[in-house]
């Protein structure tokens, strides 16, 4: 997968509560997970993106103008830490 970076800055690190909050928010909590799932769907994947880089934005006072920041970020914290969280008994 190619990452694209915003005119060569280096993307922050998204804050992890938030992140962990779009991940939880978006899978069913209260359905134990299959044992030994590491990924998700892309569909499933693309809109805890979208919650994270939302949180990301809220965090920030939604500043205009950092929206692709905000998405980078959020996909990946998301990509580190989702099998994390998926690998969680």
Same mark, same amino acid.
């Given at each position: 997968?190619?990452?694209?970076?915003?005119n060569?800055?280096?993307?922050?690190?998204?804050?992890?509560?938030?992140i962990?909050d779009?991940?939880?928010?978006?899978?069913?909590?209260?359905? #134990?997970?299959?044992e030994?799932? %590491?990924?998700v769907?892309p569909?499933?994947?693309?809109?805890?993106?979208? %919650?994270?880089?939302?949180?990301?934005?809220?965090?920030?006072?939604?500043?205009?103008?950092?929206?692709?920041?905000?998405?980078?970020r959020?996909?990946?914290?998301?990509?580190?830490?989702? #099998?994390?969280?998926?690998?969680?008994?």
């Open positions: 997968m190619v990452r694209k970076r915003l060569n800055a280096r993307v922050g690190v998204a804050p992890r509560t938030a962990e779009a991940i939880l928010e978006n899978i069913d909590g209260s359905k #134990p997970l299959a030994g799932i %590491t990924q769907d569909e499933l994947r693309h809109e805890i993106i979208a %919650t994270a880089a939302y949180f990301i934005a809220e965090q920030r006072g939604f500043a205009p103008g950092h929206e692709e920041e905000d998405w980078y959020a996909e990946a914290a998301v990509d580190r830490q989702l #099998p994390r969280l998926l690998a969680r008994d």
